[in-house]
């Protein structure tokens, strides 16, 4: 299994540029979740699936959309990039969240300038 | 509203000394919760979880963890640290749906 695969691992956009970053696994888990991590700030949820066609807003959707037509695919659009955008991103899947937690992919770093 | 605190952001520990990272939610249902821990340039790495049952959990490389509901506390501890348990440490809560919410981060470092 390759587990949680984020692509690209880096990207530099320009402000109002948009993107989609990319966010697949192979585990048939059906919950994903996708995170920014800020210094200080810890990470803090944008959105997340419970099961393919199923997404919701978490703590920081603005600026952010997602879709989830597959078990596999959780791609992260940014309509419009900002500098605030600037992060480091997570993308996350789990079989149970309550039991099991997150598996965690290895994150995309993205500047927005 | 949910949320989870960690109380200090940086810890500064001796090699060989206790290790304690402090970590308090706030939840109205009994709650489920993990901490993971991240090395620098690394995704997330499951340290251990608190689901049910017994409030005493061990996890991976040394570290433990004891579930207090009295005190909504779930604290991270190792007897012995090392050098290699230099990184930042994420507490997180999970109480309905899929969102696992995390604290701050406490970021350990070990002096020799």
């Known amino acids: 299994n390759a587990g949680v695969t984020q692509t690209p691992k880096f990207q530099v956009l320009k402000t109002g540029q948009s993107m989609t970053l ?30 393919a066609g199923i997404t919701d807003q978490g703590e920081v959707p603005n600026g952010y959309n997602v879709s989830r037509s597959t078990t596999e695919d959780f791609p992260l659009r940014l309509l419009s990039a900002a500098p605030s955008q600037t992060s480091v991103y997570f993308c996350a899947s789990s079989y149970g969240v309550s039991n099991y937690g997150y598996t965690f992919g290895s994150g995309t770093r993205l500047t927005v300038v | 509203a949910q949320s989870v605190t960690q109380l200090g952001s940086h810890v ?101």
């Open chain 2, 12 to 112: 500064s520990v001796s090699e060989g000394a206790l290790v304690l990272l402090r970590c308090n939610y706030s939840s109205s249902v009994p709650p489920y919760l993990f901490w993971y821990v991240q090395y620098p340039n690394q995704g997330l790495q499951l340290l251990l979880k608190y689901t049910t049952g017994a409030t005493l959990v061990k996890g991976i490389n040394g570290f433990e963890a004891e579930f207090k509901k009295s005190e909504t506390s779930f604290h991270l501890t190792k007897p012995s640290a090392h050098m290699s348990d230099a990184a930042e440490y994420f507490c997180a809560h999970y109480n309905q749906g899929g969102k696992l919410i995390f604290g701050q981060g406490t970021e350990l470092s070990v002096k020799p």
């Open chain 1, 22 to 51: 990319q966010c697949a696994q192979d585990m048939n888990h059906e919950y994903m979740s996708w995170y920014r991590q800020d210094p200080g700030m810890g990470l803090r949820l944008i959105h997340y699936s419970v099961g």
